[in-house]
């Protein structure tokens, strides 16, 4: 199970458009569909000031963000409570990096059969950096980017 981030949601928007990859695109929607790949509903509101055809495609596929519930929330404070500086950035508007990582730690709980992978273009940093994948590390997650997450669903083109 993947929870993706805004910032993979770009790169394969722009450097994967469906006109040429219309197969890795149909394999994202069937995992949608079938809820293995979700996104908190932070990251819908994050593109909505960009792109218009990656806005157009996430209304296309609502399925796709999961509602803010009680256990992410819960999960949300520990994060705060851990990286009180990831909200401490220069970004203006939505932000969802710790929503993500709380949606993560959610899935992973509630199916322990299936690993929850949160796939994002940040990369790991030093010690107590609030990087997604540092703060994934940290809540017992793994984190990979776009081409990680192609190799982990043998996706050929």
């Not at 596929?61 to 409570?81: A, M, P, R, S």
């Not at 929850?116 to 940290?138: A, D, M």
Request: glycine share 6%; proline share 6%.
């Amino acid at each position: 199970m993947y929870v993706v981030d805004t910032s993979s949601l770009i790169r394969l928007g722009r450097d994967y458009p469906p006109d040429v990859f219309s197969s890795l695109w149909d394999l994202i929607e069937q995992l949608i569909v079938n809820g293995l790949l979700v996104a908190p509903r932070e990251v819908f509101r994050e593109p909505a000031k960009g792109d218009d055809e990656l806005l157009k495609w996430a209304k296309a596929n609502g399925k796709l963000f999961v509602e803010i519930d009680e256990k992410q929330t819960n999960i949300l404070k520990q994060i705060l409570d851990r990286f009180p500086s990831i909200n401490d950035t220069i970004k203006l508007g939505p932000h969802a990096d710790p929503w993500l990582v709380a949606l993560g730690v959610v899935c992973q709980a509630n199916d322990a059969k299936l690993e929850c992978c949160v796939v994002t273009e940040e990369r790991e940093k030093g010690p107590g950096s609030t990087s997604v994948p540092n703060v994934c590390k940290e809540f017992g997650l793994r984190a990979v980017n776009l081409l990680e997450f192609f190799r982990l669903e043998k996706v050929k083109f």
